[in-house]
T-cell receptor
Framework: GENVEQHPSTLSVQEGDSAVIKCTYS??????FPWYKQELGKRPQLIID?????GEKKDQRIAVTLNKTAKHFSLHITETQPEDSAVYFC?????????????FGSGTQLTVLP | DTGVSQDPRHKITKRGQNVTFRCDPI?????LYWYRQTLGQGPEFLTY????????KSRLLSDRFSAERPKGSFSTLEIQRTEQGDSAMYLC?????????????????FGPGTRLTVT
């Protein structure tokens, strides 16, 4: 099945700095790339997503970029705040077959230091 | 609350017992997914329903696991003869899928999960 590699596994930044998390994948048929934020003991929450026909998408302090040629996509958080501290998961959805499930990365623990 | 709900939120059971979890998706969503999440890992897909039809099952879903969505609304996930390795968070998600193979929305929204501990 599809494999997603996520880096780094942990990331600490000072409040106000930017954070970047990167995911790489192998299946060029993947066509949808969401990012989820999961706080301790809570459900994963969709924070931003991008489809394969778009190279970049931005929503306030959060942006996602997609490089289909290189098969990687990244989450960018600017002006980080302590409440951004959480585990972030990238995911993707293949376009082939009947499968509609998401395949997730292993997560990045982001800590924003005040 | 119009989000995805799951019941119970926590379940402690002894090895060998059967357990059943329930998921209520967002009301207009016709697609429902079950995932399993262990500590420090991302969710792993288990199975997927479109309306009442179970269309996909992961290799992770052993024959001790069964899921149903009898009326195309809520779903149940049953684990028979639980093992310690079944201890995990079981997450349900739902999405609004299109018809005729054309997806109107890929976005999946997760419930709070059921944390299963097998002792």
């Amino acid at each position: 099945g599809e494999n997603v590699e996520q880096h780094p596994s942990t990331l600490s930044v000072q409040e106000g700095d930017s954070a970047v998390i990167k995911c790489t994948y192998s299946d060029s048929a993947s066509n949808y790339f969401p990012w989820y934020k999961q706080e301790l003991g809570k459900r994963p929450q969709l924070i931003i997503d991008i489809r394969s026909n778009v190279g970049e998408k931005k929503d306030q302090r959060i942006a996602v970029t997609l490089n289909k040629t290189a098969k990687h996509f990244s989450l960018h958080i600017t002006e980080t705040q302590p409440e951004d501290s959480a585990v972030y998961f990238c995911a993707l959805r293949a376009s082939s077959g009947s499968a509609r499930q998401l395949t997730f990365g292993s997560g990045t623990q982001l800590t924003v230091l005040p | 609350d119009t989000g995805v709900s799951q019941d119970p939120r926590h379940k402690i059971t002894k090895r060998g017992q059967n357990v059943t979890f329930r998921c209520d998706p967002i009301s207009e969503h016709n697609r429902l997914y079950w995932y399993r999440q262990t500590l420090g890992q991302g969710p792993e897909f288990l199975t997927y329903f479109q309306n009442e039809a179970q269309l996909e099952k992961s290799r992770l879903l052993s024959d001790r696991f069964s899921a149903e969505r009898p009326k195309g609304s809520f779903s149940t996930l049953e684990i028979q003869r639980t093992e310690q390795g079944d201890s995990a968070m079981y997450l349900c998600a739902s999405s609004l899928g299109g018809t005729l193979g054309l997806d109107s929305s890929y976005e999946q929204y997760f419930g709070p999960g059921t944390r299963l501990t097998v002792t």
